[in-house]
């Protein structure tokens, strides 16, 4: 179930049209800036994400995540793993900007911008 939750979100992110931006979702780890791992519960995340539909909404902010189409024009590029114990970092995507935001401290912290 989460496997395929993970590839309908790359599958839908994909499909955003993108001038430039910040996250770019790649196919291997080994391309990999980040491996991220979507939580079920905003409890046991690092940081709450919040997928934003213009670059402007996501720039100097690690929690607003707009998704770019082209490699060379993300900030970061991140793989979605299927265990949380192959995570650089768990994220829960909410559904309100007002709830985006680092809940514990972490290296990538200011980095995702």
């Not at 909404?57 to 900030?75: C, H, N, P, Q, T």
């Amino acid at each position: 179930m989460k496997r395929e939750a993970i590839s309908a979100l790359t599958m839908v992110f994909a499909a955003i049209p993108a001038v430039a931006g910040n996250v770019y979702v790649v196919d291997f780890v080994s391309g990999a800036d980040l491996c991220v791992y979507v939580v079920d519960y905003e409890s046991g995340a690092d940081l709450n994400v919040y997928y934003v539909d213009y670059e402007s909404g996501a720039k100097g902010e690690d929690a607003f995540w707009y998704v770019v189409d082209s490699e060379s024009l993300a900030d970061v590029k991140v793989y979605f793993v299927g265990y949380e114990s192959g995570a650089d970092l768990k994220i829960y995507v909410v559904d309100y900007a007002s709830g985006a935001g680092w809940n514990n401290s972490h290296p990538w912290q200011g980095r995702l911008h």
